[in-house]
């Protein structure tokens, strides 16, 4: 069974190894959306592969560390490409989520980058 929990955040970002040029070299914002996908068994006592609270709690401080800032100043996130978030933010919610089987990051409703774990995509 998969499960899968949005959450959405504001954010401000540039992407400093593009050209000079590149618009994304300048400052700019999104409404970012994360939609973290968790897989495994569904449980047959509480009828949850995840309770979505669990999931609320676990990437909720990760969330305040995104939400309203400007990400290139949080640690780790540098250059921070939708691809780096979502890699970002596996590495900080697996852990506590082992069921996690994919991270999207939506940068606008057209354009987002998924990360599944695996190594080759990192």
């Known amino acids: 069974m998969k499960i899968t929990q949005a959450f959405s955040f504001?954010?401000?970002h540039r992407l400093p190894h593009v050209p000079a040029t590149h618009r994304c070299h300048r400052m700019h914002g999104?409404?970012?959306r994360v939609e973290l996908q968790l897989q495994g068994p569904v449980d047959p006592h509480s009828g949850f592969v995840v309770d979505f609270f669990d999931i609320e709690a676990a990437f909720g401080p990760v969330l305040k560390s995104l939400d309203h800032y400007c990400l290139n100043e949080v640690s780790?996130?540098?250059n921070p490409t939708a691809e780096n978030i979502a890699l970002w933010i596996w590495q900080r919610i697996k852990p506590a989520l082992p069921q996690l089987s994919q991270v999207k990051v939506f940068?606008?409703?057209d354009?987002?980058?998924e990360y599944d774990g695996d190594a080759a995509s990192a």
């Open 10 to 12: 504001e954010a401000a």
């Open 30 to 32: 999104h409404s970012y």
């Open 76 to 78: 780790g996130l540098e």
């Open 107 to 109: 940068e606008t409703a």
């Open 111 to 113: 354009c987002w980058a």
